[in-house]
């Protein structure tokens, strides 16, 4: 072989590194999302690495503070006993914050998923000012970063809205629920904080912001990995009703992370006038203020004032929930003839109401799916029922760090 210049040793030296970098966040990859912890020798076998590279990458890892060792356990193989690895708890955290209808919310998540700190503040956010909404998230998230050790690093804050985030130019596009529109409101956020806090310019934290569903899908996806559930369609169920359809693990976002308005989708174009402009939208039937209204209750009360309702043989309460049930089984129908899912998962206030809302939804999945005869469709509740969407935000930005953790080895 013919002596290589300095140029394409330059070349091979950058191939290496970026093939480290590449395997770094591998080998972490599936220490997060391992439901058993992994060994090095499972890492190897499971990868094709050899056993010193995934040695050295673990190590590397494990200096970082982003991998633990728990104590060894003794195999059934010959040799020595298998060290377990997990993700480190209480170094590196993300803030995963939501602002919705009826409440704001700031959590903060470590890589091995402990909630090391939360605060929620319920209001009415309809028809609000986001130059208000912005001070008092601004107030939770230092009220929750404040409590936290010194040792734990932050990577960053995910901030979940109802609407449409617009992921390649950052502005929240419209949020018909909140009465917001075209608001830049990572800019606004990063603003408010250094205003609050004296953060000097570029030590704000790495900011993400996208739609509460699709954060609450990818919050669901991560508890349902170990499971073995990893494409079904998610509905979140508050005030708006969002969705997301997960494939393989992954939230499908569509062109510009829009996709998932399964609330916005058309029940009867006759019906009545929704928050976005259209009318008989499936918010319309089965959105929270819907369900209460139509049962005759104040849209302000907790959804469990309508379940103890129906309970007690109320008819309006009732019918509130066969309204609503028909309704979201209808889209449901649509989505599931058009994508081919068999899982539908139920989330957000849904999660609760599932007893009242899953036999009249599979009723209407029986006569309107196609496929219906030779499939398994199952509709179930999520098993993530508190905090969804601040988890999957904080997961979000998680998964950053985890898909490239030399980036963040070498701070
Ligand atoms: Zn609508």
Redesign the pocket.
Known sequence: MAPRSPSQRGASAIRQANLREHNLGLVLRIIVDAGTPPSRADIAATTGLTRATVSSLVDALIAAGLVTELPPVLSQRAGRPAVPLVPASGTLAAVGMEVNVDYLGVRLIDLSGSVLGQEVRDGDFRGSDPADVIPELVDLYRKVTRTVDRDVRIAGAGLAIPGLVDRTAGPVRLA?NLGWRDVDIAALFRTELTTATGFTQGAEPAMLVDNEATLAARAEADALRSRGLHTFLYLSGEVGIGGALVLDGSVFAGRHGWSGEI??TVIDPDGPR?????TG?L??YAGKDALMRAAGLDQALPVDHLQRAAAAGDAAAVAAFEMGARALGTAIANAVNLVDVENVVLGGLYAALAEQLVPGIEAVLADRVLSAPWSNMRVRAAVVRDAAAMTGAASAVLGQVIDNPSEWMRR
């Open positions: 018909p609330g916005h929704c928050r976005c402009g259209a939208c918010e319309q």
